[in-house]
């Protein structure tokens, strides 16, 4: 089957919102302490949001979003900070039953594309600690850190 990388339609939400809950319900597995259950990971009124600024891809198979990946443009300026425009990542899943056969590495090459020709000065993300498939993947790509949150716990 031949997966096709596009931007997300209107009635893409409910196959998006579903892939989101897959990736949140893993933020909740690795850090009750920080995330909950909740009904919407995604509501429709930020997906529409995104969908107006053409900031969401899905990644298509017969019909069926498998994927996605939601972005935004950051612009960094003042006090010490260079002045920047930078591509961030904010979230980028594949369907469970679907992992594994490339379709992550086929919305990151479309995320890098849309970096190389927007003009951006970095790309960014933030991955879970946790997540060590995503972290060998990014590290893959070249991406290394450029930040270490801490954290104290009670």
Known sequence: ??????LAKEKDYTQIEAIMKQI???????RPD???????????????????????LAAEESG????????????????PQVERKVLFVDSIGVKEGHRGRGIGR?????????????GYDGLELQVNAKNLAARRIYASYGFTEKSINLELLP
């Open 1 to 6: 089957m031949k997966i096709q990388i596009r």
């Open 106 to 118: 086929l919305l990151f090459d479309e995320l890098r594309q849309i970096y190389q020709e927007g």
């Open 34 to 56: 920080i995330y909950k259950a909740v009904d919407a990971v995604l509501s429709r009124e930020l997906f529409l949001e995104h969908l107006e600024r053409s900031e969401i």
């Open 64 to 79: 069926e979003v498998v994927g996605m990946a939601i972005y935004v443009t950051r612009r960094i300026a003042g006090g």
């Open 24 to 30: 949140h319900a893993l933020h909740v597995q690795w």
